[in-house]
């Protein structure tokens, strides 16, 4: 069962995010929030596996929520469920430590299957919104080797550093340099972005 913490300063929304999550039985709703100092609170005090945070509340807004609970319990996902989508925002949430980030008029199967994404540690984005973290100059035909693509085709499925050495049996150092490598020629700053780009230029 994922263990889910529900955030949100409206009751109807709270009450239907945990109706929509419990549907399929293997989400449940451990709790719910009206804003994001209570989620911090409960977070320390329910056991839960993912945080599914609205943005704009009253006493702590959900960015601000996101960062404290992603700092004192780095164990715990959040998944940022938002009616906005401007680049900012969504540059602001993944860089407080949100690793999913869905529009709040997704499908209820759809927003299901981002809390099963994010509780296996990959990062679902809205499509709508998966531009927001690409770089502008981004393009195909970067220049990147053939181990770089694979280095950069396992992270984008999730890998961490040494999972990646294992399959590719190269070291961990070898994985972060060609990691480094891969940012710098496709103008990212970090895996999420790196992965985004790896969906949109690589070939399957």
Do not use: C
């Amino acid at each position: 069962m994922i263990r889910v913490l529900v955030v949100d300063d409206h009751s109807m929304v709270r009450e239907g995010l945990a109706s929509v999550l419990a549907a399929d039985g293997d989400i449940v709703v451990s709790a719910t929030a009206a804003n994001g100092a209570e989620a911090v609170a409960l977070v320390g005090t329910t056991e839960v596996d993912v945080v599914v945070m609205d943005v704009s509340m009253p006493v702590m807004d959900g960015i601000a929520a996101t960062r404290a609970v992603r700092a004192e319990h780095p164990g715990i996902r959040v998944l940022v469920l938002t009616s906005f989508g401007d680049r900012d925002q969504v540059r602001r949430a993944i860089a407080a430590g949100a690793t999913g980030y869905q529009l709040k008029d997704a499908e209820p199967a759809d927003l299901r299957s981002a809390v099963r994404s994010v509780a296996e540690g990959h990062t679902p984005l809205d499509a709508r919104v998966a531009g927001a973290l690409l770089p502008d100059a981004a393009a195909p035909g970067n220049g990147l080797s053939a181990r770089e693509e694979e280095v950069l085709r396992l992270v984008a499925n999730g890998l961490a550093n040494k999972q990646v050495a294992t399959a590719l049996g190269i070291s961990e150092r070898t994985v972060k340099a060609h990691l480094g490598n891969v940012f710098r020629q496709i103008g990212v700053a970090d895996r999420t972005s790196a992965a985004l780009w790896a969906r949109d230029h690589l070939r399957s």
